[in-house]
C-alpha cells in the first residue's frame, strides 16, 4: 500500500506508554509529526528519538506535537521512554495494523525479523491530511528532520 501526499492520513487507535487509547482524531486542530521506528533500545532509534526529544521546543513552535510508533509492547516502550527521558507519546502497534495501513511493516527486518516497522516520517496538517512521507528502506539512515521541519514551517 502506497500513502499519497494531500489525503487524509490513515486513522488509528493505539496505546500509550501511559496506558490510555490514543487516536489520530486527538490531535485534530494539530500539526503532527508520526516517526515509526523499528525497535526500541536499539543504537539508532534511541539516536532519532534523543534527537527529536533535544528538538521538541522546536517542533512545539512550528505548532507540532510529535508520536513515535513501533511494534515493542507499551510495557518495553514505557521503560525505553523512561531511560531515554523522551517528551512526547509512544504507542505501541503492537497488532502492526497502523504499520500496515501506513505502509511501513518491514517483510523481513535485521536477525530475519518479520513484522517490524520500517523507519519513516510522516507530517499531518491540522485537517488530517498527510504534507510529508518519508519511508526508509535502510534501519540505519534516520528521517530528512531538516526537510520535516520546513514542512511543517509551509503549513
Not at 92 to 121: Q, W
Not at 125 to 143: F, N, R, T, V, W
Amino acid at each position: 500500500m502506497s500513502l499519497l501526499l494531500n489525503t487524509p492520513a490513515p486513522k488509528f487507535t493505539l496505546f500509550s506508554t501511559e496506558k490510555k487509547e490514543i487516536s489520530l482524531s486527538d490531535y485534530n486542530g494539530k500539526n503532527m509529526v508520526i516517526l515509526f521506528f523499528p525497535l526500541s533500545f536499539t543504537g539508532v532509534c534511541t539516536k532519532e528519538l534523543c534527537m527529536v526529544r533535544d528538538e521538541l521546543s522546536i517542533y512545539n513552535d512550528l505548532n507540532a506535537v510529535v508520536v513515535g510508533i513501533s511494534v515493542d509492547s507499551l510495557f518495553s516502550l514505557a521503560k525505553f521512554k523512561e531511560e531515554q527521558k523522551l517528551n512526547f507519546d509512544l504507542l505501541s502497534d503492537f497488532n502492526k495494523d497502523t504499520s500496515n495501513s501506513y505502509g511501513v511493516l518491514a517483510e523481513i527486518f535485521a536477525f530475519g525479523m518479520k513484522g517490524v516497522s520500517k523507519r519513516s516520517a510522516f507530517v499531518v496538517d491540522k485537517s488530517g491530511i498527510l504534507k510529508y512521507i518519508e519511508i526508509l528502506e535502510d534501519a540505519g539512515q534516520i528521517p530528512n528532520f531538516s526537510a520535516i521541519k520546513n514542512c511543517l514551517a509551509s503549513i
